[in-house]
């Protein structure tokens, strides 16, 4: 497989491309964080062309109020993975802008890349023991689905995991049909 090729940017334009992303994502600038590699007394914008300790990890805490972490390790110098962090950052924030953020969600957990946390059961999900028919399923999911939704005061990431539990206990809900 080749390589992916990252024109080189000086940490500091970086972290300023890095800052105005976030500005126009509407993440305020004490909400998010670059982990640096090593610290030094030194300025850091000099020290990100360092192979032994090139990874670069951004933490924010998005409009949801949901914390995420990034990190970086794919290239040889910080100042190229710092780069890679901020594209993907952008990206994120265009696919929110256009309203694909829970499809890409969705196609994370499909993939099993581990790029998202790991569900909970939805029996949990929904407080139903195990066996709960569709019907009584359905009342649970109109109840939380009215707590959860964003619009409601919800998150979006409670009502997508309310959903996907939903989707997960109607398959296992659904009558078995006898072989032809």
């Known amino acids: 497989m080749q ?12 972290l300023d491309d890095l800052a105005r992303c976030f500005e126009r994502w ?3 600038p004490y909400d998010w964080t670059v982990i640096p590699p090593r610290q030094t007394a030194a300025d850091q914008r000099t020290q990100w062309d360092d192979p032994e300790s090139a990874r670069v990890v951004i933490e924010w805490t998005n409009r949801d109020h949901i914390p995420v972490r990034m990190s970086i390790a794919v290239f ?22 256009r309203g694909g953020h829970q499809a890409m969600a969705g196609a994370y957990r499909q993939l099993g890349s581990g790029a998202t946390e790991a569900a909970r059961d939805p029996w949990d999900v929904f407080g139903l023991a195990r066996g709960a028919t569709g019907e009584e399923i359905d009342r649970r999911y109109l109840k939380l689905a009215q707590q959860r939704h964003p619009d409601r005061g919800g998150t979006t990431a409670a009502f997508q995991e309310l959903t996907t539990a939903r989707d997960a206990l109607m398959q296992m809900t659904l009558p078995m049909e006898a072989p032809s």
């Open 3 to 14: 390589r992916y090729a990252v024109q080189s940017y000086a940490y500091g334009v970086t």
């Open 26 to 28: 509407g993440v305020g």
């Open 76 to 97: 040889p110098t910080t100042a190229e993975n710092l780069r890679v962090a901020y594209l993907n950052v952008d990206s994120m924030r265009m696919i929110e802008r």
